[in-house]
């Protein structure tokens, strides 16, 4: 809307109302030397279509995922989302539907929500899902602490091979508590090493997350890695891409008591990030320290069937110092979108989805293979991304294909497991035959192009 400053006039009757002489008076409780002495140099002001036309064009130097093409993957990719998705979540009682405090007002989401959970726990094959995870990030600080506190021990196990922004938000939630964080030796192969893991399992062990597929994408040994925990009282948590747990064994298949993951390729746009929608499933026996919302079925006086909060302390919402998480804000509309989205896909089509990651990054592995100045470091079996190690830097590569057009991928050359050279290349059921063919010309091109200079 249009913005319409105060006059002279107005200003002096403000003052005059709350009796101060002058705005600078408002500010006396300031120390003298944070004060600005002189006007602030901007420029001239704009009117109201001058200021129109100048955001525009600048916003016109922005390109996204609908101009380019996008092999970014490392958590948040590139889906295909059908329009009913965001045609369904539009509606103004979806829209703007608030948090579900009043039961009685709050059937509608208080059903998306319990929807939602019963879509988690089919994915994970675990006994019950909560809500309002910001993200899987979040979401697996949030496991860490659960299972810390049911083991009642004060170490974690981390895979060298986790995604490192969940690491990150990992060591940002524990830190000033005391607890540990240990990590766990990635082999050669690209996957942890069971025999390392085994040798720095010890007493004091309460967690052990196991990302699968890992970062790199690559398969992790999770049978071997749940074997080596089995008999001690650490908790595994699992991190999963939830489309792979079409073609791939559930947590609860391999032992984990809680499993965490983003959501983000169930119908939800990339946008620049976020918001992103975590979500968290657990064992019966773990059900109580559930963080976030869950939502139970229950029947009224009248055996009417409704939809209530449960499992829960007020104090987590209200009360900061008695909270058990600070998990509270709904992303219930996320959420929704999740929802319709599994809704539409269904069982048969959710395989068919994990199918086609599968076949995609199978025609990635073919294009590249015998391109001079490509090696593939992995050989192991790869879920919808993979790493290709270059002949040159990697991010000289993501320059070179920016400028035509493509989004290349991840420079691994901060990751612990990885080199300068080395490019995390995702695909999704949306990248076709002829960009996946494209993507090899560039990296035939940029070969000959670095080699020549």
């Not at 995922?65 to 993957?73: A, H, I, W």
């Not at 026996?285 to 209530?308: H, Y």
């Not at 994990?354 to 992995?378: K, S």
């Not at 490019?423 to 670095?450: G, P, Q, W």
Request: aromatic residues 6%.
């Amino acid at each position: 809307m249009p913005y319409v400053p105060h006059t002279p006039e107005d200003i002096q009757a403000m003052l005059k109302v709350i009796g101060v002489e002058n705005v600078d008076d408002l500010f006396s409780d300031l120390p003298e030397n944070v004060r600005l002495k002189e006007a602030l140099d901007l420029p001239d002001g704009l009117c109201e279509e001058e200021v129109l036309r100048y955001f525009m064009k600048t916003a016109g130097q922005n390109h996204g995922q609908d101009e380019l093409t996008s092999f970014l993957g490392g958590g948040v990719y590139d889906c295909a989302i059908p329009a009913a998705v965001d045609a369904i979540i539009s509606r103004s009682e979806f829209l703007t539907a608030y948090t579900p405090y009043q039961p009685e007002v709050s059937q509608g989401t208080l059903q998306a929500i319990y929807e939602w959970q019963t879509f988690v726990c089919r994915l994970t094959g675990l006994d019950v899902a909560n809500a309002s995870m910001y993200d899987g990030a979040t979401a697996l600080g949030e496991a860490v602490l659960l299972a810390l506190a049911s083991s009642r021990k004060q170490s974690v196990i981390l895979p060298e091979t986790l995604n490192p922004r969940y690491h990150r938000v990992v060591a940002t939630m524990m830190r000033g508590s005391g607890n540990k964080i240990l990590m766990a030796k990635a082999a050669p192969v690209g996957t942890i090493d069971p025999d390392n893991l085994a040798e720095i399992m010890t007493d004091d062990i309460g967690c052990v997350v196991i990302q699968n597929p890992n970062y790199l994408g690559l398969v992790e040994q999770v049978d071997a890695l749940a074997k080596v925990v089995e008999g001690s009282k650490a908790i595994i948590v699992a991190a999963v891409n939830p489309v792979s747990l079409s073609v791939l064994k559930t947590p609860a298949q391999y032992g984990a008591q809680i499993a965490v993951g983003e959501a983000q390729p169930f119908g939800i746009p990339c946008s620049w990030g976020g918001p992103l929608l975590g979500f968290m499933a657990c064992t019966d026996k773990l059900k109580r320290r559930l963080p976030g919302r869950v939502v139970g079925a229950t029947t009224d006086n009248r055996g009417n069937s409704g939809f209530v909060l449960t499992l829960q302390t007020r104090e987590q919402h209200i009360r900061r110092e008695k909270a058990t998480s600070n998990i509270c804000s709904n992303q219930g509309l996320n959420a929704l979108k999740a929802t319709v989205y599994m809704s539409m896909l269904g069982t048969e089509g959710l395989l068919e989805l994990g199918e086609a990651n599968l076949i995609r990054i199978a025609a990635v592995r073919r294009a590249v293979e015998g391109i001079e100045g490509v090696e593939l470091p992995y050989e192991g079996p790869v879920f919808n991304e993979m790493v290709l190690r270059l002949s040159h830097p990697a991010r000289e590569f993501i320059a070179f294909a920016r400028q035509n057009g493509v989004l290349a991928g991840i420079n691994l050359e901060s990751f612990p497991v990885g080199t300068e050279n080395d490019l995390l290349v995702a695909v999704t059921e949306k990248r076709t035959a002829s960009e996946i063919d494209n993507l090899a010309e560039l990296l035939t091109r940029f070969h000959r192009e670095a080699e020549a200079k």
